[in-house]
């Protein structure tokens, strides 16, 4: 497992009344894509400033687009409070993430995970 944190930042600034949604990001290969030799895609973590989920979604999708990335499905997991509320305790690293994701308007990269097919070799 690959861990990273990286900030990109929108272009235009929106109220402060967004929130951090997390959002999963299953990718594909790609040519140029930065991901480990041999492997068959990768599950990034996300955290994004937006006013919805859908504009959430939309912006990832396309940052990882400019980032040669290959996005293939994304499952969103809602904002702080309402994973809270769904009785999920969140770190301090991914509440800084969040704060900070907010503060900037911006899609954090909290985390990469490299998919491998099951080997084929004989142990």
Do not use: W
Not at 68 to 81: H, I, R
Not at 104 to 115: D, G, H, P, R, Y
Request: overall charge negative; aromatic content about 4%; some cysteine.
């Amino acid at each position: 497992m690959r861990r990273i944190s990286l900030s990109i930042t929108m272009k235009k600034k929106l109220p402060k009344s967004e929130q951090v949604f997390t959002l999963l990001v299953q990718v594909g290969r790609t040519k140029d894509d930065g991901l480990p030799s041999g492997s068959s895609g990768a599950g990034i973590l996300c955290f994004t400033a937006a006013q919805t989920e859908d504009e959430a979604v939309h912006e990832t999708v396309r940052l990882l687009k400019q980032a040669d990335m290959n996005p293939l499905d994304v499952t969103g997991y809602g904002t702080e409070e309402e994973r809270e509320a769904g009785g999920e305790l969140l770190s301090d690293e991914e509440r800084g993430l969040m704060a900070q994701a907010r503060k900037e308007n911006s899609v954090i990269v909290a985390q990469i995970t490299a998919f491998f097919e099951h080997s084929q070799e004989k142990v």
